[in-house]
């Protein structure tokens, strides 16, 4: 640095003595140039500190996730923020509503529907430069919320759809997805009320490629559910009626999600969770924003928000969700939680049936299938 700047006055003074030559010999004297007005700085725009940002959110989710727990790091770093919410009863009425011209903000998908929204233009892209805690997400869940490269949703709650049965009812224990489907249980069988599930499930039992189910094995699976309705206590479509009918010994057994499994085990009611022959489901819940919406910014910041750890640590604890925030399943200590995700056995991810996208075609026959089973008399 010393020798720069040696150099720099070298030049300096260099210069001036040529300066002072030509003015003797003659030269006229370069003008001194004019100085440039000083330009005043533009004030730089501040940004509203959390605790003062205000405005309004809307979000389309699933009954349960309104509850402030499951938002709370956003309820707590904007709390002059109005976010209200609307329930979907399905990803069928999620996605319906949204093509509808539903004006949520921010809406709640699940894996096997991502591609609707996208095709049909009905979610922005995410910059995820300005998602904080993107990095505490692994690449695996980051892939599910792309499409064709970009980064339209994130991830952020997962977990398993199998066989959940009373084992003091069922002594004898289950080993298949047949068992939704077996007349000793009847009056006494749960199945979620949901079409492409119904379709999954038949697939499972007969070997069939359940993103290739032909005409003639849609028509075999509508036959089988059909007949299955007649055993059938009840279509569940939230995990309290699910839990209830265990709870009172009305249901012994059930298409359900692990949370129900670690709930009634809480509960003290004795229920075992299936890893069926055939090999469990597994979904991913993801977030996307409106196309088009004048609060992006913001919805940005709720997604950050749901990726934080005391809103994972709720849908975990709660819910008993897996949570896309990798730290937070780090921390799981629990056993009974341990022993819903099957963390000590790698084996059940290993033979699991993971949902795959649907095409149009088939979201609206497998929809159309269920409907008219539920209205055979």
Known sequence: MVRRNKSLLSLVGLAMIISILLASCGGAPTPAPTAAPTAVPSPVPTEVPPAELTGSLSVLDWAGYDQPDFWVDFKNAYPKVNVSFEI??????????????????????????????????????????????????????????????????????????????????????????????????????????????????????????????????????????????????????????????????????????????????????PVAYVNPKEGRNSWVGVYGIRKGTPNYNLALKFLDAKLGAATGNNVVNEFYYGDANQDVMNGITDETLKQAFGINDPSILQHTNFTPNLTAEQRDAWTAMWTEVKAAP
């Open 88 to 269: 979907g009863a399905s990803d069928a009425d999620i996605y319906s509503k949204m093509k509808a011209g539903d004006q949520a903000d921010v809406f709640h998908p699940y894996t096997g529907w991502l591609q609707f929204y996208v095709a049909n233009g009905l979610v922005e892209e995410i910059d995820t430069s300005k998602l904080t805690n993107w990095s505490k997400v692994p690449d695996d869940f980051k892939k599910i919320g792309q499409i064709d490269g970009k980064q339209y949703f994130i991830p952020w709650d997962w977990g398993y759809s199998s066989i959940l049965y009373r084992t003091d009812k069922v002594p004898e224990g289950i080993t298949s997805w047949s068992a939704l489907l077996d007349p000793k249980f009847k009056g006494h069988i749960s199945m979620w009320d949901d079409g492409p599930s119904a379709v999954e499930v038949s697939s499972y039992i007969h070997g069939w490629d359940e993103t290739k189910v032909t005409a003639d094995q849609l028509a075999q699976v509508k036959q089988e559910w059909t007949a299955q309705s007649k055993l059938n206590l009840f279509y569940w479509s939230g995990e309290p009626e699910l839990i209830q009918g265990f709870t009172s010994g009305d249901v012994w057994v059930a298409y359900a999600w692990q949370g129900t499994y670690a709930q009634l085990l809480a509960k003290g009611i």
